[in-house]
């Protein structure tokens, strides 16, 4: 059974950073895609980023130049290091995984799912 577990989620002011961590257990393929997606209240879940098996990265425009994503295979761990964080990057941030050779930005291409970490930017 894969399970997905955030953490490093939080409160902070604008201008601040944050560091999320993804831990993974069970079988999954070390050639699965993984990516963070975000959900603010009322709104649809979105991609923020992603990072493919060969290391290509795909980030939304709307983060570029501020968060950065890495996977360590080894720990089965993934990280998303959020810099100059904006309220309106409030929001819960998921963690997932799927088959996809590339790094996707929609939830379609995921089949694994954390249960999410609150993260909340005060101006």
């Known amino acids: 059974q894969v399970q997905l577990v955030e953490s490093g989620g939080g409160s902070v002011q604008a201008g601040g950073s944050l560091r999320l961590s993804c831990a993974v257990s069970?079988?999954?393929?070390?050639?699965?895609?993984m990516g963070w997606f975000r959900q603010a209240l009322g709104k649809e879940r979105e991609g923020v980023a992603a990072i493919a098996r060969d290391g290509r990265l795909s980030y939304a425009d709307s983060v570029k130049g501020r968060f950065t994503i890495s996977r360590d295979n080894a720990k089965n761990t993934l990280h998303l290091q959020m810099n100059s964080l904006k309220p309106e990057d409030t929001a819960k941030y998921y963690c997932?995984?799927?088959?996809?050779?590339?790094?996707?930005?929609?939830?379609?291409?995921?089949?694994?799912w954390g249960q999410g970490t609150q993260v909340t930017v005060s101006s």
């Open positions: 069970g079988r999954i393929s070390s050639r699965y895609c």
């Open positions: 997932a995984a799927g088959p996809s050779v590339v790094a996707g930005l929609t939830t379609y291409e995921y089949n694994y």
